[in-house]
């Protein structure tokens, strides 16, 4: 049911992330339910796929964390039904933090949005405590 990637989630992204060339990626495509003005992709729908995404670069790597902050620049507009690619990489890991890099692309590669993300990695007995699921 996550609203990022759970596929059961029907008002959900249904990001399906992969690993690519160092990257934790998934194709959007983004509908008029995602917009804010009309034929303008919210950026608050953006800023949550680049959450997913991002996380994954710890997630996915079988660790949980949580987002401690995310710094935002919007370039482009997007548009419901553009196929966006959403991507994220790590560029700073230590033992309790993971900051990425995350961009939205347009199938042409202009930037539409870039984050830079900063996570605390959790402990086991955090995770717990919070009911955090242990990464894939």
């Not at 029907?10 to 690519?20: D, F, K």
């Not at 997913?52 to 660790?63: A, C, K, L, W």
């Not at 033992?95 to 993300?117: H, K």
Request: glycine share 12%; proline share 5%.
């Amino acid at each position: 049911m996550c609203f990022g990637c759970g596929s059961d989630n029907p008002y959900g992204l249904h990001l399906h992330l992969n690993r690519a060339d160092g990257w934790w990626q998934s194709e959007f495509l983004p509908q008029d339910y995602h917009c804010g003005w009309p034929g303008v992709v919210h950026g608050g729908v953006l800023a949550t796929a680049l959450d997913e995404v991002s996380s994954y670069v710890i997630f996915g790597e079988g660790r949980s964390a949580v987002t401690a902050s995310m710094k935002l620049e919007f370039r482009k507009a997007a548009a419901p039904g553009e196929r966006l690619l959403v991507r994220a990489r790590p560029v700073r890991v230590t033992r309790r933090v993971v900051e990425t890099i995350g961009e939205v692309l347009r199938p042409d590669g202009s930037v539409v949005a870039v984050a830079e993300s900063r996570f605390l990695v959790l402990s086991e007995s955090q995770r717990k405590e919070l009911g955090i699921p242990q990464g894939e």
